[in-house]
Structures are given as C-alpha cells and as structure tokens.
C-alpha cells in the first residue's frame, strides 16, 4: 500500500518540503534556510510579546486558580 506523503512548507522561505527521513534539512528545504532561521532566534529576531517584569498586574491579566467566570473572591 502506497502511503501519502505529508508536505509543508519551509519556514525561511515557502517551498514546499516533502516530510520523509529523505528530507536532510526538514522541515527546511535547504542549509541555507536552517542557518537563516537560526541566525533570527540568535539575534533575538523572533520575539513572544510580554509586559515588563514590573507592571502591575490587574484583575483581568491574572486570575488565581479557582477563580473563574460567574466566581466571586
């Protein structure tokens, strides 16, 4: 039986890759597209969005456990 093979995209660049232990560089097409991937994480060029570590927190951006909708404290 001939099985499917999955195929994504390269991150880097959007050519599509074919997901088999063939694929030396998945789910990269090429060297070239790891190195520039991670070359962006080394420079910080990929960045989760966050307050900074002083802010107040107030009621909405933290609810302790156990405190849900319709839960009064």
Do not use: H
Not at 32 to 54: F, K, N
Not at 55 to 64: C, N, R, T
């Amino acid at each position: 039986m001939s099985e499917k093979v999955r195929v994504v995209n390269c991150p880097t660049c959007g050519k599509p890759v074919p997901w088999q232990p063939e694929s030396t560089w998945r789910p990269f097409c090429s060297a070239r597209c790891r190195q520039i991937d991670l070359g962006a994480w080394a420079s910080e060029g990929y960045r989760v969005p966050s307050a900074p570590p002083d802010a107040p927190l107030d009621d909405v951006d933290f609810q302790p456990p156990g405190l849900g909708e319709g839960r009064q404290r």
